[in-house]
């Protein structure tokens, strides 16, 4: 099986972001379970508005796909986008002690 240069750097990539993810997640959980064994203090749960980043984050899919049929390397931007979510949310995982001040 011979694979493209691109689908290496793209398999390479994904293998990378997935790693980082499991890392988050396997933190996230441990942190999850244990503000759940201590009792509720009331705090704020979110104090700023996500409508933005869901606006700017469906616009720029609904451009990518538009731009697949103009351009067809566009075709790579899917998976790009993908793999770079998926390791975002692995990071955020990772730092979510950091930001909320722990």
Known sequence: MS???TSWALLIAGLVATLIFAAGFVRGVRAALRSFRQPDDGG???KHSRVGAI???TAASG???AL??????FIYAGP???ILATAAIGIAFLVED?????
Do not use: E, W
Request: proline share 8%; glycine share 12%; net charge positive.
């Open 80 to 82: 790009v986008l993908v």
């Open 63 to 65: 451009v990518v796909i």
């Open 68 to 73: 697949i049929g103009v351009f067809p390397q």
């Open 55 to 57: 606006i700017l984050s």
């Open 3 to 5: 694979l493209s240069p």
């Open 44 to 46: 704020v749960v979110g």
């Open 98 to 102: 950091r930001l909320a001040g722990n």
